[in-house]
């Protein structure tokens, strides 16, 4: 049991490499905006000071070196409103500022362009994009979210669209019956059940979180389960209502092993009733969405 708790996977989330290709490195140049787009205090004025060398704030950076962490603090900064559309990112001032390479600097535009958080456009200069733009489906952008002045509506959406999403894949997931997928679901289960049992809050978590991934991807809907990314950010989000699944107990735990045991029976319609169930209903999300039905 320790060897698998320890050497299983953690749920699959899709990031951007950010590497930039061959000739790409001069879409962000220097001189990319007037010297009188930038008369006035410098929009790092008044920010916070921790965040002038990147280097002090590796942890949570899921990136690459200083160009993962440079990601990371651009990112939350623009979604916390810090960086607003009013003024031009000039890369080198966000060079000097965090100390941070050129290179490094214009792969995490081009990393938070790909999310649609910036744009870069020739005599206009790289600016944040209106939140229209964004995509709010980026696993990054939705931690960004739900830890920032945001947290309240982004920890509700991710209820609300995992209403929608996990029912429905356990149902479906019913009807696909991968013996090797129904065994790691049953492991998973056992993991978590071990880790509860030792306090093992991170290895219990993880397990949760696999165990998400693998029914979304039983369910044999390949755009279903191009929105596993969401689910497993939501379980990364803790601190809201986003699930009974945050803190290990006994009747989240109940609830993954009545799903994994209705799937091994290909009973869909239990396996979907077991996950509302397990999907617990806060006040914010009421109105939208259902309490489950004793069944």
């Given at each position: 049991?320790?060897?698998?708790?320890?050497?299983?996977?953690?749920?699959?989330?899709?990031?951007?490499?950010?590497?930039?290709?061959?000739?790409?490195?001069?879409?962000?140049?220097?001189?990319?905006?007037?010297?009188?787009?930038?008369?006035?205090?410098?929009?790092?004025?008044?920010?916070?000071?921790?965040?002038?060398?990147?280097?002090?704030?590796?942890?949570?950076?899921?990136?690459?070196?200083?160009?993962?962490?440079?990601?990371?603090?651009?990112?939350?900064?623009?979604?916390?409103?810090?960086?607003?559309?009013?003024?031009?990112?000039?890369?080198?001032?966000?060079?000097?500022?965090?100390?941070?390479?050129?290179?490094?600097?214009?792969?995490?535009?081009?990393?938070?362009?790909?999310k649609g958080l910036v744009s870069?456009?020739?005599?206009?200069?790289?600016?944040?994009?209106?939140?229209?733009?964004?995509?709010?489906?980026?696993?990054?952008?939705?931690?960004?979210?739900?830890?920032?002045?945001?947290?309240?509506?982004?920890?509700?959406?991710?209820?609300?669209?995992?209403?929608?999403?996990e029912p429905l894949a356990a149902?479906?997931?019913?009807?696909?019956?991968?013996?090797?997928?129904?065994?790691?679901?049953?492991?998973?289960?056992?993991?978590?059940?071990?880790?509860?049992?030792?306090?093992?809050?991170?290895?219990?978590?993880?397990?949760?979180?696999?165990?998400?991934?693998?029914?979304?991807?039983?369910?044999?809907?390949?755009?279903?389960?191009?929105?596993?990314?969401?689910?497993?950010?939501?379980?990364?989000?803790?601190?809201?209502?986003?699930?009974?699944?945050?803190?290990?107990?006994?009747?989240?735990?109940?609830?993954?092993?009545?799903?994994?045991?209705?799937?091994?029976?290909?009973?869909?319609?239990?396996?979907?009733?077991?996950?509302?169930?397990?999907?617990?209903?806060?006040?914010?999300?009421?109105?939208?969405?259902?309490?489950?039905?004793?069944?």
């Open positions: 049991m320790s060897t698998l708790a320890h050497t299983m996977m953690t749920a699959a989330r899709s990031a951007d490499s950010g590497l930039a290709g061959p000739g790409e490195l001069d879409r962000y140049p220097y001189a990319e905006a007037p010297a009188a787009g930038r008369v006035g205090a410098s929009i790092w004025d008044g920010s916070d000071p921790e965040l002038g060398r990147v280097g002090r704030r590796a942890a949570g950076s899921r990136g690459r070196g200083l160009h993962g962490q440079l990601v990371q603090q651009l990112g939350q900064m623009i979604v916390s409103g810090d960086l607003g559309a009013d003024r031009p990112l000039v890369p080198e001032e966000i060079g000097q500022r965090f100390e941070v390479s050129r290179t490094v600097v214009r792969e995490s535009l081009r990393v938070l362009e790909a870069a456009r020739p005599n206009v200069g790289t600016r944040v994009r209106p939140v229209s733009d964004w995509n709010l489906l980026d696993p990054d952008i939705i931690e960004w979210r739900a830890f920032g002045p945001q947290r309240d509506d982004q920890r509700r959406e991710l209820s609300e669209l995992r209403w929608t999403i149902r479906l997931a019913a009807g696909h019956g991968r013996a090797d997928v129904q065994q790691r679901l049953g492991d998973m289960v056992e993991i978590m059940g071990h880790a509860m049992s030792q306090g093992d809050a991170l290895t219990f978590s993880r397990a949760d979180a696999e165990f998400h991934s693998l029914l979304i991807q039983l369910a044999g809907n390949r755009m279903l389960e191009h929105l596993s990314g969401i689910v497993s950010a939501a379980l990364q989000v803790s601190g809201g209502p986003v699930t009974g699944c945050d803190r290990p107990n006994e009747s989240s735990l109940a609830h993954h092993g009545r799903i994994a045991d209705a799937l091994a029976s290909g009973d869909g319609a239990a396996a979907e009733a077991a996950m509302r169930q397990l999907l617990a209903v806060y006040p914010e999300v009421e109105r939208v969405v259902p309490a489950p039905r004793e069944h």
